[in-house]
């Protein structure tokens, strides 16, 4: 197979660690913060002076002391018009309008492809002072509006985008660490969705309790990077001892929850998409049975200490492509249930649905955000096709845009936009 027209490409990449073995262990300074917390027996900030400023040179702005937002290169992106990320293909988010954000820091996982390189906390369970949901929401928001507010003067701003872009529309709870730590979570969560924000939340699959307790979100995410104990072990480095069982339990979980469920596969050459492993991630998938499975290269995200990947661990999107028909059609009981229904080639990225989101012979995986909103305020029951609306052409797998909309303007290398008539 030819891969020499394929851009390596993810989303922006940032950072979090200083450990190096194969244990997920915190840092020597982390490590004698714990100790004291245990001995004062006094709950302590999240962040050490020493992970704050790291955070905050890697363009992270801290929020009280235990969250944080920071501006994702999708967004400046498309507020330029240069393309939106694979959300936006995929679901229909404006990337100009989506915050990424936190209200934990910590996580209890120190996963190898991790694209934080461990600059943050980890932990089991919250032992830190805490702020209220309410003010992380108000403060995040402020924040987020004012890193826009400075991409006002830079190249090729599309001055209409830029002023919605100070209408927050979406929020990603998927910064770093484990969002489903946080104590008032659920009252985040209720806040975003005061204000119409959506919320996609990501979980580690480590926390089933608080999994089972959590509100309502408008898409809501499992990481499943490992299709067994060993591999999950060796991938995740996970803190708890009972790892797998979390993991599984939280799969079951999902299964019964009414809002969009996704698996996210995190693919990484040598560790988690060998061909051997194909039957026990079908095994997770009739777990839990979610509504998408989004398929991704991971990202490269340059070389530290601790951060054990190369270029050779990153699949082109043929072979994220080859995985995702593999993962379907080697077994008729998911071909029967599933399809390829999209890509975002400039990501590597391709979206598994349930045939139940085809209607018509049209795809309906992208979300009719204020329907959400108004299912959400009248408590409703629904489930998640009652949401849901129809794809556009370019957006489904094998179009000529390959998932990259036409209203944007692709750029290439120093900044060059390629002929029209070239081929992506």
Not at 148 to 171: D, Q, S, T
Not at 257 to 283: A, C, G, P
Not at 295 to 322: D, F, R
Not at 383 to 390: F, H, K, M, Q, R
Request: one cysteine or more; a positive charge; charged letters at 25%.
């Amino acid at each position: 197979m030819n891969y020499t027209n394929n851009i390596r490409t993810g989303e922006n990449c940032v950072s979090e660690s200083e450990t190096s073995s194969n244990q997920s262990y915190p840092d020597d300074e982390d490590e004698q913060i714990e100790v004291e917390d245990l001995i004062s027996g006094e709950k302590k900030d999240m962040l050490s002076s020493s992970q704050r400023n790291k955070l905050t040179k890697e363009g992270y702005k801290i929020v009280g002391s235990h969250s944080a937002v920071k501006l994702c290169r999708w967004t400046k992106s498309q507020v330029r018009g240069r393309g939106g990320c694979y959300k936006h293909t995929f679901y229909g988010i404006n990337s100009y309008q989506c915050m990424e954000a936190t209200p934990s820091l910590a996580c209890a996982n120190k996963c190898v492809f991790c694209w934080r390189h461990h600059k943050n906390p980890v932990g089991v369970k919250w032992r830190w002072n805490m702020d209220k949901a309410e003010i992380i929401v108000e403060e995040i928001i402020k924040k987020h509006k004012a890193m826009i507010k400075e991409l006002k003067g830079i190249y090729g701003i599309i001055m209409e985008r830029f002023e919605k872009a100070m209408n927050i529309k979406h929020c990603a709870l998927s910064l770093v660490g484990e969002p489903i730590m946080y104590p008032e979570i659920n009252k985040l969560i209720d806040e975003l969705h005061k204000r119409n924000i959506s919320t996609f939340l990501v979980t580690n699959a480590q926390f089933p309790q608080e999994l089972e307790n959590l509100n309502t979100v408008t898409q809501l995410y499992l990481s499943i990077d490992a299709p067994n104990k060993e591999a999950l072990k060796n991938i995740d480095r996970p803190l708890f001892k009972d790892f797998w069982d979390r993991y599984i339990k939280c799969i079951k979980i999902l299964k019964n929850r009414k809002e969009r469920k996704v698996f996210r596969f995190t693919l990484v050459k040598e560790y988690n998409m060998m061909e051997n492993e194909i039957d026990s991630y079908i095994n997770l998938i009739q777990l839990g049975y979610p509504d998408f499975i989004e398929i991704k290269a991971v990202t490269y995200c340059g070389s530290s200490q601790g951060y054990q990947l190369t270029m050779q661990n990153i699949p082109w999107h043929e072979e994220v492509y080859q995985f995702a028909w593999n993962l379907i059609n080697k077994k008729k009981a998911l071909s029967h249930i599933y399809e390829i229904s999209c890509e975002h080639k400039h990501s590597c990225s391709i979206l598994i649905t349930k045939k139940i989101f085809k209607i018509n012979n049209k795809w309906n995986t992208w979300i009719d955000y204020e329907k959400f909103h108004q299912l959400v305020k009248n408590k409703e029951n629904f489930n998640a096709l009652d949401y849901s609306v129809e794809t556009p052409h370019w957006a489904i797998y094998g179009s000529q845009e390959s998932g990259f909309s036409p209203c944007e303007k692709r750029v290439y290398t120093k900044g060059k936009y390629k002929n029209k008539n070239q081929q992506s």
